[in-house]
Nanobody
Framework: QVQLVESGGGLVQAGGSLRLSCAAS????????MGWYRQAPGKQRELVAG???????NYADFVKGRFTISRDNAKNTMYLQMNSLKPEDTAVYYC????????????????WGQGTQVTVSS
């Protein structure tokens, strides 16, 4: 069993900041890539930022210069520092990980967290 748990969401005024965390736990051998996605009501889920085990990072155009993704491999934890937040950033933010497990068997998995709500008021 592998779990991803997001935290750090909340209500913030436009121009403010939030720091999201995603902690992975369970039978994890290694995490290949992790990423943040978001989904607003009535909208498709979209990639916000991704980071590989080697530190390679990509951002969606709409967050470049405002958001920063990072990863602590020792803690199996990923972060998203969100600055200069806009009302259009309002969404449920989900953590995703592509990883390898050893139990119950050696296998690759894609795992999603339950999401954390980010609301930005104008």
């Amino acid at each position: 069993q592998v779990q991803l748990v997001e935290s750090g969401g909340g209500l913030v005024q436009a121009g403010g900041s939030l720091r999201l965390s995603c902690a992975a736990s369970g039978s994890i051998f290694s995490i290949v890539t992790m990423g943040w996605y978001r989904q607003a009501p009535g909208k498709q889920r979209e990639l916000v930022a991704g980071i590989s085990s080697g530190g390679s990072i990509n951002y969606a155009d709409f967050v470049k210069g405002r958001f920063t993704i990072s990863r602590d491999n020792a803690k199996n934890t990923m972060y998203l520092q969100m600055n200069s937040l806009k009302p259009e950033d309002t969404a449920v933010y989900y953590c995703n990980a592509d990883l390898w497990t050893l139990t119950p068997s050696v296998q690759s998995r894609t795992t999603w967290g339950q999401g954390t709500q980010v609301t930005v008021s104008s």
